[in-house]
Every structure is written in C-alpha cells, then in structure tokens.
C-alpha cells in the first residue's frame, strides 16, 4: 500500500474490504463443502446461505461506496496465489 | 541540467547501435555503459508517455532494430531513469542478472499463443438439486448455496477443460521451444495464453507444428503472434514478480508484447510499468 495521504483512506477501505473479502470466501468455500457433503440439515442451510448472501450484498455496497472493483481487492498471498485467483 | 533517460534494452557494451537511431520526440538513441553492458536510452524532457499504440510500436521498432546488432534484452515500454547515472546506478544494481539474462536471451525470440473458445456446457454441469417445484420451496438462503454450488461445479468443470485442452497444446508445441510460460483461464474466452521461448532456427518448425495445431481444433480460435523480443522471460526485478495464480502452471508474463496478430491495434496498455527506478 502506498502510504500517500490523499489517497490513504481509499488505500486503507481497499485493504480492509480485501482482508473481508477474504474472511467472505473462506466461509463460503467452507458452507458449501459441507452442504456437498451433506453435514447440515435444512435449517442450517438455510441459515447460512442467509449470511452469506447478506454478507456479499453488504460487500457489494461498501465496493460501490468507495468505488471498487473485484479486482481492486485483489490479493496476493504468495504461495496460495491470488485471492481472486482459481479456487 | 540533466534529462531523464527513456531505456529501451540492454546491450553488450561494444555492440555497435544502427546508425541514426532516434527514438521518442526524435531524440538520437544512445548508450549508457556499466561495465560489460549498455543500456539503449534517448533523452526525454518534460514528456508523459502514454501507451497509445503509436508509441508502444515506436518502443518496439527500436528494440528490434537493436536486435541485428547484437544480443540485446528489451526493456519494458515506460522504463525512464532520472539521468545517465541513475541508468547506470540500474544496471550496476542488477548486473549479474542482466549479463545472464543477457547471455541466456539475448538471441532468442518470443512467440505468443492465445486460444479463444466458446466456453462449453456438458450435462450435468448447470447442477441444482431439486428443480422446478422443489427449488422453489426451498428458502432464499438454500436457493443461494445451492446456486453457488452449481456455479463453482461448472467453473470447475471449465477449468479442467482448459488444463487438459493447454497439455495438449504444450504437448505439440512445447518440443520446439526453450522455455514456456503458460496462463491458463485469463478470461473466461480465453482458453490459455503461453508465451514461447526459442531459438530462431526453431521458428520455422514450431510454426508449422502450430499450422497444424490450428487445422486440427477448427471449434477454437488459435492466435499466433511473434517472433517478438523475449520479454516474458526477462527475469523481473526482486518484489516486481506477478502472483503465483496469475502464472498458473507455469511463471506469467509480466509484459505483453504489442499485439501484432489483430493487425497492429496494442494489447499492452493495460501492462504498461509506469516509471521505475530498476531495470528490467
């Protein structure tokens, strides 16, 4: 992150929302191996699948607000790839 | 005052530069030597370079006429140095791996492989549990799971293709090349993208292998574009390296050279390295 002062607090949203986004998708990848896997029942499902969708659609209005794209949280996590990458 | 340096490659020092070499704004292409190499620069004044196709191709056409001379490495487009000493401050800071790189490119040519497809649907890909009625019953927070279970299988499904559609190319055209570097899925149309490192008394082989590539998979667009200077395989700058997904299977192209195969319009704008204070 540059640490230029006009642009510190996008630069600072930009970090915040990709470390989310992060949190996000690693939940996510790990609901659905367990619906795959079929170790929740309906309600769980349910639930879950509430949350997530909530939490993308929150995501989605904080990208707008601060005028980001997906590929603006884009991380690079050195051996594990990019955090946009393949999954 | 000194002007700021535009750098366009790395030569062996006693490599003679063509006569009347001139490059930006008309400004003469000269040398800045370290050592046992010399960077190819024209002095640049006040100037913004933007990476209009004009001069993405104007960086280009010097690099290749530099080429003839000599072993030479291009630079990446938008390389400038503060001054003549700051040019040379850069090739003392990475000399050992320019004189390899060097030596290891300076030669040999680039070829760059792009595969477009229609993205394929098999049965059974577009999966939801339940159809019709049943999907219907279930809550908005099931619908959306299911919806992205069925969307991460396909994706799934599509990147497999891809790998085994890449191994079969690599496999026909890797045998005539020293190195290559392959993105697989850049986009969801695009298949693969693999640049190609190779001797250039390999060219004439290699195209032929891929004229046969492209007669055998008419349902693909297989673009070809090359030889082009190596600068995929320049070794970057420590802390300049691209991810590791956006390699793939195998190391990415921090530099795209200008797209010669949609008849001149340039592909590299969105690869363009602003200024830097090392050289790569």
Redesign the interface.
Known sequence: MNANPDTVEHDLAKLVLALIELIRRLL?KQ??RR??AGSLD?DQ?????????KLEQKMDELKTTFGLQDEDLDL???????LM??? | MASARYVYAILARETPLPAGLRGFNGAVVSTVPYRALAAATSPLQNEVLRPTAENLWLHEAIVEALRPQGPALPVRFRTVLADATAVADALAERYDVLVADLDRLGDKVEFGLNVLWDPPITPGEDLAPGSGAAVKA?????????A??AT?RR?AAM?ERARALARELDRQLSVHALEHRCT??PTPRLVVRTAYLLEPGRVPAFQDAFAQLDRAHPALRVLLSGPWPPYTFVTPPEGDER????R?QHDASPHQPPDRSNGGASSTSDHVVNTREQLS
């Not at chain 1, 499902?45 to 969708?53: A, Y």
């Not at chain 1, 690079?76 to 990019?82: A, F, S, V």
């Not at chain 2, 279930?138 to 299911?146: I, K, P, S």
């Open positions: 996510e609901a659905l619906v795959e309906e499902i349910e639930r879950l699948g509430e949350t997530l969708l690079n996590l050195g051996p594990l790839g990019d990458g393949e999954e | 279930q809550g908005l927070g099931a619908r959306y799971l299911h992205r279970l991460n994706e990147r697989l899925l991810s590791p997904s956006s793939q």
